[in-house]
């Protein structure tokens, strides 16, 4: 429960959610914790990346809204091999990703490519890069809010309303070639 509670407090920037766990009594006073973050899903990656040597020292953080898809999203850039993408949909992780995890990915993939096509890293006649070569080390954390959401499967593990995919490929693309 103290788990799911803390990930509600990341994934709504400023809630105080205060947990009391009267079967641990200390003194005559039960165990207590608190959650409140107010930055929100920055908060989040740093908190993910704590025993990481993180590559850059604050998260990048965007946000916005595209055809009633609420988006904010938080990524940084580690030291280590793995790739770890978390992604919410209405506060229901989505372990298994989607639609919004799909079109994350590829406007990452899009934006670096044609950053590294600016700055000379690719010239004309070579291939993109692929989107795990972008991802290595990644730890970025993806939650959107939209109505008419449609699951699938029974677990509510995966999204899988059509539309998000490119409102969010674009949303992204425009927000992460601003930054």
């Given at each position: ?16 959610i205060?947990?009391?766990d ?31 040597g ?49 079109g ?46 449609q ?16 409102a ?7 927000k992460?070639?601003?930054?």
């Amino acid at each position: 429960i103290s788990k799911k509670l803390k990930e509600l407090a990341f994934l709504n920037d400023g809630a105080h959610i205060i947990f009391i766990d009267e079967r641990n009594v200390v003194g005559g006073v039960p165990k207590q914790l608190e959650y409140c973050y107010t930055g929100g899903l920055s908060d989040f990656v740093q908190y993910l990346n704590e025993t990481k040597g993180p590559l850059h020292p604050e998260p990048i953080y965007i946000f916005g809204e595209k055809e009633g898809i609420h988006m904010k999203l938080a990524l940084q850039y580690t030291d280590t091999y793995s790739e770890n993408i978390f992604s919410f949909v209405n506060n229901i992780p989505t372990s298994e990703g989607g639609t919004h995890e799909t079109g994350f990915k590829a406007a990452l993939t899009k934006v670096l490519n044609d950053y590294a096509r600016k700055v000379g890293v690719l010239k004309d006649k070579d291939e993109n890069l692929l989107g795990e070569d972008f991802r290595v080390g990644l730890t970025a954390v993806l939650a959107i809010k939209m109505q008419n959401v449609q699951f699938e499967g029974q677990t509510k593990s995966k999204l899988g309303n059509p539309f998000v995919r490119p409102a969010l490929e674009t949303l992204i693309t425009q927000k992460l070639s601003e930054y």
